[in-house]
């Protein structure tokens, strides 16, 4: 019982930045993993950036480096920090909520999504 809503996307060109939020609600948002992941078209959706409850964090190769993940538990709210956005970069971005049930079994909650575009 998870409601995420992410804002921030737009227009940028290369080389800009961009910071996404999420605001999560209905669960308890600091026991769960949230993640960032990405859909560009023709392409399958890939994590881009997650931060787990205890706050480790791991990025996918393109990402490392240049976004920083970052979740603040007292307004329930996942960040995703963008800089030297490039043209690959464009995609649909989504925020993703991981709740465990089991050492082995989770349930996923989705946000609608937010444009990213990258100009060259």
């Known amino acids: 019982q998870v409601q995420l809503v992410e804002s921030g996307g737009g227009l940028v060109q290369a080389g800009g930045s961009l910071r996404l939020s999420c605001v999560a609600s209905?669960?308890?948002?600091?026991?769960?993993?949230m993640g960032w992941y990405r859909q560009a078209p023709g392409k399958q959706r890939e994590l881009v950036a997650r931060?787990?409850?205890?706050?480790?964090?791991n990025y996918a190769d393109s990402v490392k480096g240049r976004f920083t993940i970052s979740r603040d538990n007292a307004k329930n709210t996942v960040y995703l920090q963008m800089n030297s956005l490039k043209p690959e970069d464009t995609a649909v971005y989504y925020c993703?909520?991981?709740?465990?049930?089991?050492?082995?079994?989770?349930?996923?909650?989705w946000g609608q999504g937010t444009q990213v575009t990258v100009s060259s």
């Open positions: 993703n909520s991981r709740r465990f049930t089991s050492i082995v079994d989770y349930r996923d909650y």
């Open positions: 209905g669960s308890t948002f600091s026991l769960n993993d």
């Open positions: 931060i787990r409850s205890g706050g480790s964090t």
